[in-house]
């Protein structure tokens, strides 16, 4: 990595994978067989018939023509992805960092951090949960006076207020008891989370008074957070309370959510020597903020409430770095600050970097993560293959930026970054006066007519506006890191029924998809700015979405073909059966290989493929569909958040890795849809075989048996759901119903 001028080396270090070679090897010999198929494809459009399936004549043969023209369209389209998903897979890289010499050469003279934790709704996201994250983030092991978390509250909610003022109390005690004990993780409801048992905890205190001092610790924190949650439930805050801060009086007025004043509130003023928790130690600075909402004006969702978050924190703290976090992501390193500094203060190398992130996890997956939610193979393979290449793309959370590229600084050589700059405070200036200087910069009316949410800030009008802002730095020069210690740096919560994985993934494909097509496709945007690695690896993204026509067409017509006796790929005695094997066997034997290298289990690889197909079925399908209306103008964007709550019977199915389907929607029913039509083409098409073609029929008709089979394996779950289970999670009838009058109307109507 060549040698630093420094004395004592650099900040990080990067390591390439090793056994690429073997890879390139192997991806070249699918390459060979993918381009065989192609190649059978294009030279067999002409027809062999193979077996009396009924009718015959010349309608069936011009089916046959056209199922296997659909076909060759989807083999050209899955080729094409397996070409753009080698980007990512080429030479992954892992970065690793020297804390120590960070210490060493920097000392205490850190540069100040702002943090951001942005929530929307205090029921779908329980402002309990919000603190805790709150919490995490203001223990992190760093100089308190250089700590601000900011806390973006775009529900307007006095509950959210209400719990972030408990917090600050709280934060008095546990603050200095994360220090005393070196607490891991530092969220105090993970901590004390009854999943992660106190076997640790306080291990280098002396007995007694430490365990003392843990339930006492315990105990105020459950008393706060049963003071939330019935503040919650009772939609209320107690009177009493109000006497305390100021703050509260902005709820004199009415508020509703879509239609109040701007609000900012600093909790705690980290400037202030009063500020101190019970070991007379400085807090963090601590603010919330409500920007201005107003029916008349759009608020852009996360993108806007970011910016304001940017824009007040200007003049409250002006940090150099921005951390940003969803609320209920709590961190579970209180040294990933640290870590990221390595990055940034890099003397020789960190000059050009503009973001540093960090993997989404979640710390509700359970062994076999049914609805394959743990991005397993997303953040150990595909984003270190993009590190390579120039950067990981910034996926909204766990991102630590620096303050002046999200204000659209181009990279230049010549840019020195001032590591010590922070917001002055004017002499004598009051809180108040500070909070009325803050206000306006969160109105409605400050963006217009300014280049916010176009060329300064998170960018407006997509629907994954972090994966377009990050393209956009990227494309101004400057490149990012992609850092995935070991030990996580934040948490999630995954989403634990499909309905919610479904929702979740249809918005992710739909604004990826939404930045392909536009003029910030990455291969136009991009050309000549990024590398065309990494431009490959944003449309990997991007194209999620197109993949749900060749998907839903490979699990219907091969199905139906066989059924009504058609043979669409080449017989087992032919040369061309190998290619097409060798193709369908490798590519899951290596998806089988590289999950299992990234720590899943065997279980969770199948759930994974499962929940591969029905997304490209169901919520990519949704996500290209809406796409495209949206393009047309038919319609406007919405943002739906996934709810971080379930109620306690389908928590339980999640835990007992039993799928939660629930209401009857129309996604459900393409779902049962294609499971149910697999099994009547299998036990159909089995039937004919047996009975009615003899044993050379199995020559022409194996691959699809197999593939058909395939297709009901995997959909075991949905069949249990369908017909067997009794709970509520199960299938509804009506469902269950329209499903079948789907498939019998497939079966009926000829293919085409
Ligand atoms: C989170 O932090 C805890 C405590 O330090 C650690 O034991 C655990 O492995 C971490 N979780 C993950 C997923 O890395
Ligand atoms: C909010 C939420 O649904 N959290 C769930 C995460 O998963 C655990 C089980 O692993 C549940 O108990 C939680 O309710």
Redesign the pocket.
């Known amino acids: 990595m060549g040698s630093s001028s420094n004395s004592n080396g650099p900040l990080f270090v990067t390591e390439e994978a090793k056994g690429r070679g073997c890879y390139k090897v192997f991806a070249s010999s699918m390459l060979v067989g993918i381009l065989l198929i192609w190649f059978y494809r294009a030279t067999h459009h002409t027809v062999i018939l193979v077996g009396g399936g009924g009718g015959g004549g010349g309608e069936e043969e011009e089916g046959m023509r056209w199922a296997r023209i659909g076909l060759f369209m989807a083999e050209l389209w899955f080729g094409f992805y397996w070409i753009l998903t080698q980007s990512v897979r080429w030479n992954p890289i892992r970065r690793s960092t020297s804390k120590d010499k960070l210490a060493q050469r920097y000392g205490s003279d850190m540069p100040g951090v702002d943090i951001f934790v942005c929530t929307a709704d205090p029921h779908a996201e329980p402002p309990s949960?919000v603190v805790s994250t709150v919490l995490s983030v203001m223990a992190y092991d760093y100089p308190p006076e250089k700590l601000n978390v900011y806390l973006s509250d775009d529900g307007g909610s006095v509950l959210t207020f209400y719990a972030l003022w408990e917090a600050a109390r709280f934060a008095k005690h546990w603050l200095p008891f994360c220090r005393k004990y070196n607490v891991e993780p530092r969220s105090p409801a993970a901590y004390f989370s009854p999943?992660d048992a106190p076997q640790d905890s306080c291990s280098g205190g002396n007995g007694d008074a430490a365990a003392k001092e843990w339930s006492s610790v315990k105990d105020l924190y459950e008393e706060m957070a049963n003071r939330i949650d019935s503040a919650v439930t009772l939609g209320k805050i107690p009177e009493e309370v109000k006497a305390y801060h100021k703050g509260f009086s902005e709820w004199n007025f009415s508020i509703s959510p879509k239609d109040h004043h701007p609000i900012v509130q600093i909790m705690i003023d980290g400037k202030d020597a009063n500020a101190v928790d019970n070991t007379a130690v400085r807090l963090p600075t601590l603010v919330y903020m409500a920007r201005e909402k107003r029916p008349r004006y759009h608020h852009n969702f996360k993108a806007g409430a970011m910016n304001a978050l940017i824009r007040v924190s200007s003049v409250v703290s002006n940090s150099p770095i921005i951390l940003n976090v969803d609320c209920?992501m709590y961190s579970n390193n209180s040294e990933s600050i640290k870590d990221a500094l390595c990055f940034f203060l890099d003397e020789e190398r960190g000059q050009n970097i503009g973001y540093v992130q960090y993997p989404q996890n979640y710390?509700?997956?359970?062994q076999s993560d049914l609805y394959g939610n743990s991005l397993t193979v997303i953040n150990e393979v595909e984003l270190p293959g993009l590190d390579y290449w120039g950067g990981p793309l910034y996926i909204g959370t766990g991102c630590f930026h620096r303050r002046e590229i999200l204000c659209g600084r181009r990279y230049s050589r010549d840019y020195k970054e001032d590591w010590r700059r922070g917001a002055q405070r004017q002499a004598g200036e009051s809180v108040e006066k500070l909070e009325e200087r803050a206000k306006p910069l969160a109105t409605c009316t400050y963006e217009l007519n300014t280049q916010w949410g176009n060329e300064i800030g998170l960018k407006y009008g997509c629907a994954v506006e972090d994966v377009i802002t990050g393209l956009l730095i990227q494309c101004r020069g400057w490149k990012s890191i992609y850092f995935n210690p070991p030990r996580k740096g934040f948490l999630g919560?995954?989403p634990?029924t499909m309905a919610q994985t479904l929702l979740q993934h249809k918005r992710w494909s739909e604004g990826n998809l939404q930045i392909f097509l536009s003029k910030h496709c990455p291969f136009l945007l991009g050309h000549g700015k990024i590398r065309l690695g990494l431009q490959m690896g944003y449309s990997i993204y991007g194209l999620w979405g197109p993949n749900s026509f060749p998907t839903l067409y490979y699990v219907a017509v091969p199905s139906l073909a066989l059924l009504r006796g058609i043979s669409l790929f080449p017989k087992v005695t032919s040369l061309w059966f190998i290619p097409f094997t060798y193709v369908m066997v490798a590519r899951h034997i290596y998806s089988l290989v590289e999950a299992l290298r990234c720590g899943c289990t065997f279980n969770g690889w199948w759930n994974g493929q499962r929940m591969w197909m029905i997304r490209r079925v169901t919520s990519y399908l949704y996500g290209t569909i809406d796409t495209v209306v949206k393009m047309l103008g038919l319609s406007k964007m919405a943002f739906a958040i996934t709810t971080?709550?379930?109620d306690e019977d389908a928590?339980k199915r999640?835990?007992q890795d039993v799928m939660e389907f629930g209401y009857s929607s129309p996604m459900l029913v393409i779902i049962s849809t294609v499971a149910l039509l697999n099994i009547v083409c299998l036990v159909g098409g089995l039937f004919r075989l047996v009975l009615g073609w003899g044993v050379a029929a199995w020559d022409a008709y194996l691959i699809q048996v197999i593939l058909c089979g395939m297709i009901v394996a995997i959909n075991m779950p949905i069949y249990d759901a369908l017909f067997f289970r009794k709970d509520k999670g199960n299938i509804p009838p009506s469902v269950t119903f329209t499903s079948l009058a789907f498939v019998l109307l497939l079966c009926a109507i000829p293919l085409m």
């Open positions: 949960l999943l209920d710390n509700n997956i359970t919560v995954a634990t971080k709550v379930s928590s999640y835990e």
